[in-house]
């Protein structure tokens, strides 16, 4: 999560209106009307596809989500974000993808956010800023 809060400020460019406050759940939903949503979404994750859907509705119509055959291997992968359509990717930031597997599916989500860290911060930034983060903590012991 230090990756997450590093990157948005080093590059809150990386980030559109209101899309940090729906990642930290600032953004909560209210008593949303009962919609019908893709059957391949689970149940569970409707509210959250509700939340996303109310906050970006231009982004959520672009991503084509009743399309099944479109979002069949996302859905059933045990890796996801590395799954979302390339239609879809070449549409939408690294970030959107990110916000995407928060709402349908958040048990990638830890991995979702480390593919956006190491996008956005480099790979060896990354590795090298988890060294300096295990020697301190070596250290302060």
Not at 114 to 135: E, P, R, W
Request: a negative charge; one cysteine or more; charged letters at 20%.
């Amino acid at each position: 999560m230090f990756a997450m809060h590093f990157v948005k400020g080093m590059y809150p460019e990386f980030f559109q209106e209101s899309e940090w406050d729906v990642f930290t759940g600032s953004i909560v939903g209210e008593m949303f009307k009962k919609e019908e949503f893709p059957s391949w979404i689970d149940q569970e994750r409707q509210g959250a596809v509700a939340i996303f859907k109310a906050t970006f509705p231009a982004l959520y119509q672009s991503l084509c989500l009743s399309d099944l055959e479109l979002w069949l291997s996302f859905s059933q992968s045990s890796q996801c974000e590395q799954e979302i359509p390339s239609s879809i990717v070449k549409k939408i930031t690294p970030f959107q993808q990110l916000l995407l597997v928060q709402a349908v599916r958040p048990d990638r989500l830890q991995s979702a956010m480390a593919v956006f860290a190491t996008q956005a911060l480099g790979k060896c930034f990354i590795l090298g800023h988890f060294i300096v983060f295990m020697i301190s903590i070596h250290v302060a012991k």
